[in-house]
C-alpha cells in the first residue's frame, strides 16, 4: 500500500500545479488589458485636445502673425505632446510587464512539462513491468482478506485512472503553453507598432519645438510689436479693474443705501412707538388729574423689542443675496468654465513672456473658436455692461467676462447658471479667446483653482 499512497500524492501535487497555472493564465491578460484600454481612452481625449489647439492656430489670423497668444497656444499642444509621449512610454512598459510575465508562464509550463513527462515515464515503466495478468492477480490474491482484496482491486483501477490523467494533464499543458506562445507573439507585435507609434510622436514633438522656437525667436527680435501688445493688455486690464472697482462701488453703494433705509425705517417705528406710549399717557392723566404725578412716576418706560440682527462679514451682503453667496462659495472647485472648449493661454498670476519676464494678470484667458457661446459660471445679476465686458455680481462676489462679442444680457438682468452671455470674438493677437477673473471688494482669485479639473 506504501506505492498507492505515494502515486496518490504525487497526483494531488501535479493537480495543485496543474490548476495554479490556468489560475494564472486567467488573471494574467485581464490585469494588464484594463490599464491599457484606460491610456488608451487618456491618449485619445489628449489628440482632441490637440486638435482643438490645432484649430485656433489653423486660422488666418494666428498664420498672419506671431503673437504671445500663438506662443502660448503652440506652447500648449507641445505639453499635450509630451504628454501623449509619457502616456506612450506607460504603455510600453505595460507591455513589457505582460511579456515578462507571460514568458514567466512559459517557462513554468516547460518545467510542469517536464515533471509531468517524468511522472507519466515512471508510470508506464511500471506498468510495463506489472503488464502480464499473473502479477496483476499474485498482487490481488496476496491479500490477507477480503477486503484487503477489494482495496487492491480499487486501487489498480485508479492507478489506471491515474495514467490517463496524467497524459490528458500533459496534452492540456502543452496547449495552454501554445496559447501563451502565442499571447507573446500577439504582445511582441502590440509593442513594435507602439514603437513606431513613440518613434512618430517624438518626430511631432521635435516639429512642434521647431515651431516655438521660430515663433518665441520671432517676438524676441519683434520687440516693439512685443511691446505693443503687453501695453494692450495692459489698458485691458486697467480698463477692466476700474469696470469692476465701479460695480463694487456701485454695490457697496446700494448697500449703504439699504442700511440708511433700514435704520429710518427703525428709527421711524421707535418713534411711533413712543409717541403710541405719550398718546396713552396723556389719555390717562385726562381721566385722572388727581394722579397725573402717580401716573409719570410709575409710567415705565418705553421699551420697544428690536430684531436680533447677525452683522455680515461685507456689506455687499444682504438678506436677498446671503444664500447665493454660500452657495458660490460652497461650489469652489467645481464651477463650470464659461467656454465648452478652449485652451487656456493666459494663467491668474505671473506669465513667462518669450523675451524673458513675468507678466501678472489677475485673470484666466481661454483660447476658444470664435463665436463659441460664452457661458455663466453661476448665479447672479448683472452689475456692469461696458462694450466687450460683463460683469456679474454673486453676493459679495464678481464674476467679469472679457471680449464678449454679442452680448445678449444687459445691466440688472437676473442671471441664471450656464446662461449664454454673449460669444467668444477676436483678441489684439488676432486668436478666438476670453477672459474670466474672479474677485471681491478686496482682492482677486484664481479662477482655475474655482473651476473644476478638465
Known amino acids: 500500500m506504501l506505492i498507492y499512497v505515494q502515486l496518490s500524492e504525487t497526483n494531488l501535487r501535479m493537480l495543485r500545479l496543474f490548476f495554479s497555472f490556468c489560475f494564472v493564465l486567467i488573471l494574467s491578460p485581464s490585469l494588464f488589458a484594463q490599464t491599457r484600454e484606460e491610456l488608451e481612452k487618456q491618449r485619445q481625449q489628449l489628440k482632441r485636445e490637440m486638435d482643438e489647439t490645432q484649430k485656433l492656430l489653423s486660422t488666418k489670423n494666428a498664420q498672419a502673425k506671431s503673437s504671445i497668444s500663438t506662443q502660448k497656444l503652440v506652447e500648449n499642444k507641445m505639453n499635450l505632446q509630451t504628454r501623449v509621449m509619457e502616456n506612450i512610454t506607460k504603455d510600453l512598459n505595460i507591455l513589457d510587464n505582460n511579456i515578462y510575465s507571460i514568458q514567466k508562464d512559459i517557462n513554468r509550463y516547460d518545467r510542469l512539462l517536464d515533471t509531468l513527462k517524468q511522472e507519466y515515464a515512471k508510470s508506464m515503466v511500471y506498468?510495463?513491468?506489472?503488464?502480464?495478468?499473473?502479477?496483476?492477480?499474485?498482487?490481488?490474491?496476496?491479500?490477507?482478506n477480503f477486503n484487503d482484496a477489494i482495496k487492491r482491486v480499487t486501487y489498480l483501477k485508479s492507478y489506471r485512472t491515474y495514467r490517463e490523467m496524467q497524459g490528458q494533464n500533459i496534452l492540456r499543458t502543452q496547449e495552454l503553453r501554445r496559447k501563451r506562445l502565442e499571447d507573446i507573439g500577439v504582445t511582441?507585435?502590440?509593442?513594435?507598432?507602439?514603437?513606431?507609434?513613440?518613434?512618430?510622436?517624438?518626430?511631432?514633438?521635435?516639429?512642434q519645438k521647431a515651431q516655438q522656437d521660430k515663433i518665441v525667436a520671432a517676438l524676441k527680435k519683434d520687440v516693439k510689436s512685443l511691446n505693443e501688445?503687453?501695453?494692450?493688455?495692459?489698458?485691458?486690464?486697467?480698463?477692466?479693474?476700474?469696470?469692476?472697482?465701479?460695480?463694487?462701488?456701485?454695490?457697496?453703494?446700494?448697500?449703504?443705501?439699504?442700511?440708511i433705509a433700514k435704520k429710518a425705517a427703525e428709527d421711524k417705528r421707535l418713534k411711533d412707538a413712543r409717541d403710541a406710549e405719550a398718546k396713552r399717557l396723556a389719555a390717562e392723566i385726562k381721566k385722572n388729574p388727581g394722579k397725573a404725578n402717580d401716573v409719570a412716576v410709575v409710567a415705565p418706560a418705553v421699551k420697544v423689542p428690536s430684531k436680533k440682527t447677525t452683522i455680515p462679514e461685507s456689506v455687499l451682503l444682504n438678506s436677498e443675496n446671503i444664500k447665493l453667496n454660500e452657495r458660490f462659495e460652497g461650489n469652489r472647485g467645481s464651477l463650470p468654465w464659461p467656454v465648452d472648449n478652449g485652451s487656456v493661454i493666459m494663467h491668474?498670476?505671473?506669465?513667462?513672456?518669450?523675451?524673458?519676464?513675468?507678466?501678472?494678470?489677475?485673470?484666466?484667458?481661454?483660447?476658444?473658436?470664435?463665436?463659441?457661446?460664452i457661458k455663466s459660471i453661476f448665479d447672479g445679476v448683472v452689475s456692469i455692461v461696458s462694450d466687450d465686458v460683463i460683469v456679474l455680481q454673486h453676493g459679495r462676489y464678481f464674476t467679469t467676462y472679457i471680449n464678449v462679442q454679442s452680448v445678449t444680457v444687459k445691466k440688472g438682468d437676473v442671471i441664471k447658471y450656464g446662461q449664454t452671455l454673449g460669444r467668444v470674438g477676436l483678441n489684439d493677437d488676432?486668436?478666438?479667446?476670453?477672459?474670466?477673473?474672479?474677485?471681491?471688494?478686496?482682492?482677486?482669485?484664481?479662477?482655475?483653482k474655482w473651476m473644476r479639473h478638465r
Open 430 to 448: 488676432g486668436i478666438g479667446a476670453t477672459e474670466i477673473q474672479i474677485s471681491d471688494e478686496h482682492k482677486n482669485f484664481d479662477p482655475e
Open 188 to 207: 511582441k507585435q502590440k509593442k513594435n507598432t507602439t514603437l513606431d507609434l513613440q518613434s512618430k510622436e517624438k518626430d511631432v514633438l521635435e516639429e
Open 127 to 144: 506498468s510495463y513491468k506489472n503488464r502480464g495478468n499473473y502479477e496483476f492477480l499474485n498482487f490481488i490474491f496476496s491479500a490477507d
Open 348 to 373: 491668474f498670476g505671473p506669465n513667462k513672456l518669450p523675451g524673458g519676464g513675468n507678466y501678472d494678470v489677475v485673470s484666466t484667458t481661454i483660447a476658444s473658436a470664435i463665436g463659441t457661446p
Open 229 to 259: 501688445s503687453m501695453a494692450s493688455k495692459k489698458r485691458l486690464a486697467a480698463k477692466v479693474n476700474g469696470l469692476i472697482a465701479s460695480a463694487i462701488k456701485e454695490a457697496l453703494a446700494a448697500a449703504r443705501r439699504e442700511s
